[in-house]
């Protein structure tokens, strides 16, 4: 039998210190509402689902084991991306097989087991997740989720203004050691490397992984590193990239939430467009692009 792979982008997590203040700038930033607040274990935390993953928004509550974890990063890093969660498998799937084949690729595995959410009105949720230590995977928290028990998908958010954010493009990791990057995010978790290549001009060598519906951009600067830093050194979360219908009406939208966002300019890609904004809740690194234009049938 041959375990499962990883399907898809399940979710990105968020370290904050003020889970109210984070929603409501999340909500302004992205357009949509949160459709879960609640939390368990010492944290609270507030979901945003979108087609081809979620946002999960997470702060210290409290006393318990994953509150600790929380205030430990936040101690540690401060505020931004703390987790990259993937899903296994299309179905409902048993992730001890798939621990098993991470274990023999050389990450150390937690058990599998379940974490339990509970909503401000009291309903639960439940999902079955393992992660790698991080040590394992550059110093950084990868988090390795199960499909839904019962087949069916989370609600997605649903609006909460005009030209709302359609879904996540691709998150950025910054990487002392591009060797490294493609051992583990290509030969050990086994996602799908689309494209390697170095850009003088931007001074770095992107590798692309396909994650689902999703992008893995990992970046390696091809300057010579800092005195003191070598291939050695952990991995960073860099940002989010997130797909807009509208450009200009996303800026538009959030000039007027009271956000700093440069002009729309001409993207990387032929005929797209991007937008910087400058000052995303929890500092993390923030774009918002185009749809990709249609190609032409022959």
């Known amino acids: 039998m041959i375990a499962a792979a990883i399907s898809g982008l399940d979710h990105v997590a968020l370290c904050v210190r003020d889970l109210d ?26 979901w945003f689902q979108f087609p081809n993953m979620a946002l999960d928004v997470i702060s210290p509550h409290g006393e318990g084991a994953f509150g600790d974890r929380i205030r430990a990063h936040l101690g ?10 993937f899903t296994v498998g299309r179905v409902e799937a048993d992730l001890a ?37 991080p040590d394992d995977t550059g110093g950084l928290q990868v988090l390795l ?20 954010v359609t879904r996540l493009d691709h998150v950025v990791i910054q990487t002392a050691s591009a060797d490294r990057a493609l051992a583990v995010w290509g030969a050990k978790l086994g996602l799908d490397l689309r494209l390697d290549r170095e850009n003088a001009q931007w001074g770095a060598r992107q590798m692309f992984f396909k994650a689902g519906e999703t992008v893995v951009e990992i970046a390696a ?5 800092p005195p003191g830093i070598g291939s050695d050194a ?3 979360f860099g940002g989010l990239a997130w797909r807009v219908a509208d450009p200009e009406a996303a800026r538009e ?3 007027a939430a009271g956000f700093d966002v440069s ?28 749809a990709e234009p249609a190609l032409e049938k022959a």
């Open 21 to 46: 203040a984070a929603v409501q700038g999340y909500r302004k930033l992205l357009g949509v509402e949160p459709n879960w607040i609640g939390g368990d274990g010492g944290a609270r935390h507030a």
């Open 97 to 133: 097989p798939f621990a098993r084949l991470m274990a023999r690729r050389g990450l150390r595995m937690t058990e599998p087991a379940l974490t339990r959410s509970t909503h401000d009105d009291g309903r639960r949720r439940y999902w079955l997740g393992a992660n790698p230590r």
């Open 76 to 85: 540690a890093h401060g505020e931004g991306i703390w987790a990259l969660a």
């Open 253 to 255: 939208r959030l000039v």
């Open 234 to 236: 952990p991995d960073r």
């Open 221 to 225: 600067s091809l300057k010579a590193p």
């Open 145 to 164: 989720i199960a499909p839904p028990r019962d087949g069916t998908h989370w609600p997605m958010s649903k609006p909460a203004g005009p030209a709302p």
């Open 263 to 290: 002009e729309v300019r001409a993207g990387r890609k032929p005929g797209t467009c991007v937008l910087t904004v400058r000052d995303a809740p929890a500092g993390v690194p923030t774009l918002l692009l185009s």
